[in-house]
């Protein structure tokens, strides 16, 4: 769909989405024709095409799921085996009352999931983590490897990107918290957002992307696609895994190197996770600066030893890796979670190498449960960084 028919097509979803929530049945061009007569809209074949869809990408088709899926401010469901489905919708798991007649029925959704993906999931491949039409992850382990049943777990994308305010208003960050976030991507230092699982990270990066000024052009490089900065001048590469018979796939590895040839004044790895990290390194080491990303560690000073791991399972010697995340990277930005739960920056930390040669995340800012920001060994280092008298 062009643009300017999805500008045309905007105002009819709504229409039609009340007229059909009225009377369940099946999403068919006819019922959509009918429903815009009725609601006195009549329109042309090719525009009742293009409404229908538009819509049936929003239907997931998750079965007993959807209603779940589009429960107000869903983040999370996980299903356990046919019994227990949970989701969260802001404030942590819940149980439902949703639950499969049996395992079978799991598993037919895990493989009807999976196929919408284009991906491939059965007894000799019993795992999946795809990305379904509309964005959301998906991720499933058949039953018997999976215990007590067939386990899914679906990421609703937010349907509201949060910038830097809404994290402010979330006491996600505090105002000076902010200001030295803002600081760090002016300066175009190259930073890496780490943190556990769900702990805010993607997020966070898409806000700081929001920050950074607009004649820039920012390259994004994804597994799956998940950061809308709010930017005007974004281009996105995505990786595809191999289809069903194992050929086409292109790897985050390769879309690193293809953006360098983009002439990025940005360039943003969604998530490191694997040999990517050496092209990202190399690049940032030639020249190529302000690069960031997200990377899944426990704390700052994980970092360092993540991306060793990583580097060498890519075959980089220990101390190439050392000596590339030195000059590569400036400084880790750590989240987790506030003693009431909510996720929180909690550390910023400046990447130095000791006498040895080896890198080390020095601890720069400690950030309170009350949210009060606290020197810590790396705060001159880091200052240094952020007010530009680096060369
Ligand atoms: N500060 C915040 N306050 C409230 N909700 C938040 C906050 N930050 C992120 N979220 C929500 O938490 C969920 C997980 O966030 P996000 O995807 O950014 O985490 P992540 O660390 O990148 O996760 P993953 O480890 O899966 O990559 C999202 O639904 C997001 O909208
Ligand atoms: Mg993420």
Same mark, same amino acid.
């Given at each position: 769909m062009s643009a300017a028919e999805r500008l045309a097509v905007a105002p009819l979803l709504d229409v039609v989405r009340a007229r059909l929530a009225d009377e369940p049945g099946q999403l068919t061009p006819h019922r959509v024709a009918v429903a815009l007569r009725e609601a006195g809209r009549p329109v042309g074949d090719a525009t009742v095409l293009a409404v229908h869809e538009q819509l049936r990408r929003e239907v #997931?088709?998750?079965?007993?799921l959807d209603p779940l899926l589009r429960l107000?401010?869903?983040?999370d469901v996980l299903v356990n085996g046919p019994d227990a489905v949970y989701v969260d919708t802001g404030d942590g798991l819940r149980l439902t009352e949703v639950g499969f007649d049996d395992d079978a029925g799991v598993r037919r959704l895990a493989q009807r999931l999976a196929a919408q993906a284009g991906r491939r999931l059965d007894d000799a491949v019993p795992y999946v983590d795809a990305r379904l039409p509309d964005g959301t992850r998906f991720h499933a382990v058949l039953a018997p490897v999976a215990r007590p049943g067939t386990l899914l777990s679906l990421r609703v994308p937010g349907r509201r990107r949060l910038d830097l305010d809404d994290l402010l208003a979330a006491r996600a960050v505090t105002p000076a918290g902010a200001r030295l976030l803002a600081r760090v991507v002016e300066r175009r230092l190259a930073f890496l957002v780490s943190g556990g699982t769900g702990s805010g990270k993607t997020t966070l990066l898409g806000a700081l992307l929001g #920050?950074?000024?607009?004649h820039e052009r920012m390259v994004l490089v994804e597994d799956a696609s998940e950061l809308r900065p709010d930017h005007p001048h974004v281009v996105a590469l995505e990786a595809r895994p191999a289809n069903v018979e194992g050929a086409g796939e292109v790897p985050l590895r390769t879309l690193v190197r293809q953006a360098l040839r983009m002439r990025p004044d940005r360039l943003v790895v969604g998530e490191v996770r694997g040999a990517e990290v050496v092209d990202l390194l190399a690049a940032l080491n030639t020249g190529h600066e302000g690069g960031c990303g997200t990377l899944h560690a426990n704390s700052a000073s994980d970092v360092v030893a993540r991306v060793e791991a990583l580097a060498q399972a890519a075959g980089l010697p220990r101390e190439a890796a050392h000596s590339q995340m030195a000059a590569a990277l400036d400084v880790v930005l750590h989240l987790g979670r506030g003693s009431d739960g909510r996720r929180m920056l909690t550390e910023v930390a400046v990447l130095g190498r000791r006498d040895d040669g080896l890198v080390v995340a020095e601890p720069a800012v400690a950030v309170d449960d009350d949210g009060r920001l606290r020197d810590r060994g790396g705060a001159d280092r880091l200052a240094d960084l952020l007010d530009g008298s680096r060369s």
């Open positions: #997931l088709g998750a079965g007993p107000p401010g869903v983040t #920050l950074v000024p607009g």
